[in-house]
């Protein structure tokens, strides 16, 4: 049942990772098999006591582990796995500037070609989670919340739009981490106001939005792009100037 206490999520951590592993032990548990139907958002908020927001992402999740997969107007559903991938990255091992530099560099080549598709493949539902979530993001900078989960949410869901599983799976797979405030604090780094920092960063995920809701998929490519590689350049020229004034 649902309201199992031996899977019902603890506050401590982030609700919806906490409804990810529940629902992925029972997955990998055969407690839920192939094709079975998961419960519907009010079920889930209803057992867990969770939002729908909450809910919503951690199927988002799901979906993008390639655990499940959602058909429109009937259900979220159960689906069959692939061999585990032997691709590596530890998020452990993501101490140092450099090491967030490498993954920004993967980030560009992956996430550029999926806001182009992104634009080209997204339904209004998807548009609407990305609106969604890029609302969550501006909200939470102004109130100096946390940025970096609803970030990661945002390129997530347009990894989500293009309609490939692949695109969704790598992003989840190296989650936050994809954040580089996340793992070093680049606004003080940068010697700048965090807020005022995000804010700048906030214009360009608005930009790369725009470009995905008026479906122009080369305006989506390169706002991405701009987006990252300027997260890359402002992060090296943060970096040599901790450097020199070390």
Same mark, same amino acid.
């Given at each position: ?6 899977? &019902?999520? @603890? ?16 997955? @990998? ?12 958002? !009010?079920?889930?908020?209803? +057992?867990?006591?969770? !939002? ?41 091992? $993501?101490?140092?500037? $450099? ?8 980030? =560009? *080549? ?12 997204? *339904? ?7 609106? %969604? ?25 347009? #990894?989500? +739009? ?5 695109? #969704? ?7 936050? $981490?994809? =954040?580089? &405030? ?20 906030? %214009? ?15 305006? #989506? ?16 020229? #943060? ?8």
């Amino acid at each position: 049942m649902l309201t199992d206490p031996a899977v &019902r999520p @603890k506050r401590p951590r982030n609700l919806a990772h906490q409804l990810v592993e529940s629902i992925g032990e029972r997955i @990998k548990s055969g407690l839920l098999k192939v094709g079975d139907k998961l419960p519907t958002e !009010s079920e889930f908020v209803a +057992a867990y006591g969770v !939002s729908r927001t909450v809910v919503r992402e951690a199927i988002s999740h799901l979906q993008a582990a390639g655990l499940v997969e959602t058909q429109h107007g009937v259900g979220t559903f159960v689906r069959e796995q692939a061999n585990e991938a032997t691709f590596r990255i530890d998020p452990g091992e $993501m101490s140092t500037v $450099m090491d967030v530099l490498a993954v920004l560099e993967l980030r =560009i *080549s992956l996430e550029t070609e999926a806001a182009g598709l992104a634009a080209q493949r997204r *339904s209004d539902e998807q548009l609407e989670q990305l609106r %969604r979530a890029l609302a969550v993001l501006i909200e939470n900078v102004e109130a100096a919340g946390d940025a970096a989960s609803p970030d990661f949410q945002f390129h997530l869901q347009i #990894a989500l +739009a293009t309609g490939n599983r692949h695109f #969704a799976g790598l992003m989840s797979y190296l989650g936050t $981490m994809v =954040i580089p &405030r996340n793992r070093v604090n680049t606004a003080r780094l940068a010697q700048e106001d965090r807020v005022e920092y995000l804010r700048r960063v906030n %214009r360009e995920h608005q930009d790369i939005f725009d470009a995905i809701e008026r479906r122009d998929p080369d305006a #989506a490519r390169a706002a991405m792009r701009t987006h990252l590689a300027n997260s890359r350049e402002r992060l090296k020229r #943060a970096h040599e100037a901790a450097e020199v004034g070390g």
